[in-house]
């Protein structure tokens, strides 16, 4: 038998060890809260305006972000497409009149709006509902632009529902009366969704702090009337 001295010491040291560990786990947690709180946030804050496509609500316009478009670029790729018929359904159901689709006009995989504009016509959507933004390079420029260029502030915003409560909440608080509207993703397979949600866990940090600094878009335009003069014409 180890003598008492020893055994305290034995005792002293699992002691402060199990002491470390629960320090440890504490600054993960709190570690885990911070780089959580962006993600939370733009939850909490789009809670009670995110819908199925069939409990839509209704709204004279509907913004539709880009994403990539297909290896032929001329065809939107299956999330973007996604988006498109989507958005295209709540016209034909009387929940929108007018498209305003935002995106990338010279982005990596392609012209974006123009694809989203060729593939809507294809889908029966009068071309004279459809407006596109070329300027919309990501989810907080396009949300910015609708309302300083086009002067949207009441519409609905189709995306995946893994990208919706962020897209949401940036409308929201750039002064758009938006809610969200979960696309359609047939053919999206589930590995690519997965990889997108953990994407978007992240980019909620750069949405916050766009958001708490209120930046500019990146392209400044002046105002365009295209999106009232659609909705005078249809």
């Not at 519409?155 to 909440?169: F, P």
């Given at each position: 038998m180890a003598p008492p001295a020893a055994r305290i010491g034995r005792a002293r040291r699992l002691l402060g060890g199990r002491r470390r560990l629960t320090r440890l786990a504490a600054a993960g947690v709190v570690v885990?809260?911070?780089?959580?709180?962006?993600?939370?946030?733009?939850?909490?804050?789009?809670?009670?305006?995110?819908?199925?496509?069939a409990d839509a609500p209704a709204a004279d316009v509907v913004i539709v972000l880009g994403t990539e478009v297909a290896a032929d670029r001329r065809?939107?790729?299956?999330?973007?497409?996604g988006r498109l018929e989507t958005a295209a359904a709540l016209v034909r159901d009387?929940?929108?009149?007018?498209?305003?689709?935002?995106?990338?006009g010279g982005g990596a995989s392609g012209d974006e709006p123009a694809v989203m504009t060729s593939y809507l016509t294809?889908?029966?959507?009068?071309?004279?509902?459809?407006?596109?933004?070329?300027?919309?390079?990501?989810?907080?420029?396009?949300c910015a632009r609708a309302r300083e260029v086009y002067g949207v502030t009441r519409?609905?915003?189709?995306?995946?529902?893994?990208?919706?409560?962020?897209?949401?909440?940036l409308c929201r608080r750039l002064g758009l009366d938006?809610?969200?509207?979960?696309?359609?993703?047939?053919?999206?397979?589930?590995?690519?969704?997965?990889?997108?949600?953990?994407?978007?866990?992240?980019?909620?940090?750069?949405?916050?702090?766009?958001?708490a600094r209120l930046r500019p878009p990146a392209v400044r335009s002046?105002?365009?009337?295209?999106?009232q003069d659609a909705l005078r014409d249809s």
């Open positions: 885990l809260l911070l780089v959580s709180a962006p993600w939370l946030w733009t939850k909490i804050a789009a809670h009670g305006h995110v819908y199925g496509e065809r939107p790729a299956e999330r973007l497409a009387g929940r929108a009149r007018v498209i305003l689709v935002s995106g990338d294809g889908l029966g959507v009068d071309p004279r509902r459809v407006v596109g933004d070329p300027s919309g390079l990501d989810t907080y420029d396009s519409a609905l915003i189709v995306t995946q529902s893994y990208h919706l409560s962020r897209a949401v909440t938006v809610d969200g509207v979960a696309a359609r993703c047939a053919g999206c397979a589930a590995t690519l969704l997965a990889e997108k949600a953990v994407r978007d866990y992240f980019a909620s940090g750069k949405a916050a702090w766009d958001a002046p105002a365009d009337p295209a999106v």
